[in-house]
């Protein structure tokens, strides 16, 4: 055969196939990019709650051994959302293949140095890849819905993994702070990824390791109950309630046959390890009323409440601390029954966890 036609047809060849390698990374690209419209957020306040977040896992160094901002982004941007009351628990999902190489730890350190409280982070040690963390959100972790934290081109193709295994998800975008050369490589680095990504899900690609399923607890939301049928105290707002607590708008309703008054006073407890309850500790605010001799006082009669009737208060909870997350809190509040001065009363009371 003469060498120029050889030459030709190979350089043809090639041409044809990296016009086709080109059409089909804008292909993978354009399929990414839509799955991921109106699911990408910027901010923590506009993200939607869900039960879970999915923490994408990455090097806590950089290649210089420095520490890594993409890391450090991803933690602050968990943190941020968790304390935010937007998720319940964070699933630290990365590599850890040796030993020495372990991201769901790291993580799971730096949420707790965030504040996260230790039983509201999971580790998953088997997130090789994206592909392994996110269907294994799913089959291991039982996540029908989600929501992925990452840098933003990362969470497209994550966004695009979750829609492709039935699950509903968002994604908020970690901040990326890197030079234009540094921005160039990783977006090189993400085409080829999401094409090879494409071919993972046509070719039925699966993760290395499934293994048995792991239930995440749910959150418990409230609880209510009292020394006397009939009468019920629920906390109306805000749902959910998150820390710093400012206020709580509750509302008793009385089933009886009988009058009730209750006043403005409540006493907050905590229950402990053991299962006991014990009033919660008092805030630095008014413990500093306290030193100051400054007392706090509460009207103990005020409100009638009628047979089959129910009325709202806003109770104000500044007197106790209520910042730990992983403690469940009990409202208390007392009712009187007439004629007075009081000789019969009973108790009402609402369980409820601080996100």
């Known amino acids: 055969m003469n060498t120029k036609i050889l030459i030709k047809r190979v350089l043809l060849s090639l041409g044809a196939f990296l016009l086709l390698v080109v059409a089909f990374t804008v292909y993978a690209n354009v399929r990414v990019e839509n799955a991921a419209e109106r699911r990408l957020y910027a901010t ?17 160094l950089n290649r210089r051994g420095r520490p890594n901002s993409y890391f450090i982004n991803r933690i602050n941007t968990a943190a941020e959302l968790y304390h935010a009351g937007k998720v319940d628990f964070i699933i630290a999902s990365g590599d850890n293949h040796t030993k020495l190489y372990d991201e769901p730890t790291a993580m799971r350190d730096s949420l707790i140095a965030h504040g996260v409280p230790e039983d509201r982070i999971i580790l998953d040690f088997a997130g090789f890849r994206t592909l392994d963390s996110v269907v294994r959100a799913k089959e291991v972790f039982g996540c029908d819905s989600l929501t992925i934290i ?3 081109d990362h969470n497209a193709r994550a966004l695009y993994l979750a829609e492709c295994n039935g699950m509903e998800a968002v994604a908020i975008s970690a901040p990326l702070r890197a030079g234009r050369w540094v921005r160039t490589r990783l977006a090189l680095r993400e ?27 749910d959150v418990m939301t409230q609880k209510s109950y009292a020394t006397a049928e009939g009468m019920t105290m629920r906390i109306v707002s805000p749902d959910p309630i998150s820390s710093p607590v ?3 708008v509750v509302e008793f309703t009385n089933n009886r046959d009988a009058d009730m008054t209750t006043g403005e006073w409540y006493r907050i407890d905590t229950k402990s390890e053991g299962g006991n ?55 208390v509040k007392t009712f009187s029954y007439p004629p007075y001065p009081i000789h019969k009363s009973d108790t009402a009371y609402v369980e409820f966890q601080v996100r």
């Not at 306040?45 to 923490?55: I, Q, R, T």
């Not at 047979?307 to 007197?319: E, H, N």
Request: one cysteine or more; hydrophobic letters at 35%.
């Open 44 to 60: 923590v306040d506009s993200v939607p709650h869900n039960k879970v977040a999915l923490l994408l896992g990455t090097n806590p």
């Open 150 to 152: 990452s840098q933003a």
């Open 277 to 331: 309850w014990t009033q919660a500790p008092y805030s630095e605010k008014y413990l500093d009323f306290l030193s100051n001799d400054i007392e706090v006082c509460f009207n103990g009669i005020g409100y009638s409440l009628k047979p089959d009737g129910s009325f709202r208060i806003t109770v104000k909870p500044w007197i106790y601390d209520l910042s730990n997350k992983s403690s469940t809190y009990r409202l």
């Open 191 to 217: 085409w080829l990824a999401r094409d090879k990504m494409l071919l993972d899900i046509w070719f039925g690609k699966q993760p290395h390791f499934l293994g048995e399923k792991i239930e995440i607890p």
């Open 246 to 248: 400012d206020s709580l």
